[in-house]
């Protein structure tokens, strides 16, 4: 077990269409700030930077880097969440805020509540508190590190990502599942529709985080993914994965016009 993972306990391509599905049923963009509570954590093995609770694996290999967060209860949302976007600025503190600043981060995992402590007694990821668990290098660009655990301002905003929408694909025989990451837009996904070219569109189960799954056979069949996000709005690839895939391979799809 790495440090980032006791840590987060103890703080307890093809043709492609891009087509709204509905009038957006919200935005996943907002002007208002709204307060919380930040902390950070500092890695001390490179291993540190792999896994977490929405399943991106090697953060620097799926896109995200160091520019990630950990999510209180409150603001986790059983994993619904992974993937969006927020944007944090230092407030109320003037020896350890750095002025004029913020970071943008993208939710890849989760901080469990602690309830051997009360939520202003220590247990600073338990409900209702609404608190951040960011790497030290994301913290250092808001708040000098003395400063532990800070009040914060964030607010939701578009993720904005280079490259098209990932699909990695595994599973054993019938059983598929795909990791679906580098998500623009709203950056969180509600639904997922799978296609193989001897198949309507079969809608898939989310497992975990952003991991989806469904049982079929699709074996020797080009795939086709259609993806929505909680903004109402779908993104569909045709034939992302060739006749030939294999479980553990990554393929790019569209990409949600930001």
């Not at 250092?140 to 280079?162: D, F, H, L, S, T």
């Not at 993914?225 to 034939?239: K, Q, R």
Request: positive net charge; contains cysteine; glycine residues 10%.
């Amino acid at each position: 077990m790495t440090f980032l993972t006791l840590l987060l306990l103890l703080l307890t391509s093809t043709a492609t269409s891009y087509t709204p599905s509905s009038t957006p049923s919200s935005s996943p963009q907002s002007s208002e700030w709204l307060s919380a509570r930040a902390t950070y954590y500092a890695a001390a093995d490179p291993r540190d930077i792999v896994g977490g609770a929405c399943g991106y694996g090697d953060l620097v290999k799926a896109g995200y880097g160091v520019t990630t967060v950990g999510l209180s209860e409150t603001l986790f949302a059983r994993g619904q969440i992974c993937g969006a976007c927020f944007e944090l600025r230092c407030v109320d503190d003037v020896r350890w805020c750095i002025p004029g600043t913020s970071v943008i981060v993208t939710a890849t995992n989760f901080c469990p509540p602690n309830y051997g402590f009360t939520p202003d007694g220590g247990g600073r990821c338990n409900p209702p508190n609404k608190h951040f668990v960011l790497p030290i290098e994301a913290f250092e660009r808001i708040a000098i590190w003395k400063a532990g655990n800070m009040p914060v301002q964030y607010r939701r905003i578009k993720c904005r990502k280079e490259g098209g929408i990932r699909f990695t694909i595994d599973g054993s025989g019938i059983f598929i599942s795909v990791l679906i990451s580098n998500v623009a837009g709203a950056g969180d996904i509600v639904a997922v529709k799978i296609k193989g070219s001897k198949t309507g569109w079969l809608p898939m189960g989310r497992n975990w985080g952003q991991n989806w799954h469904i049982n079929a056979d699709l074996r020797n069949q080009p795939l086709s993914f259609e993806v929505t996000t909680s903004d109402g709005l779908t993104v569909t690839s045709y034939s992302v994965a060739s006749k030939n895939w294999n479980f553990g391979q990554t393929f790019q799809g569209k990409q949600f016009v930001t």
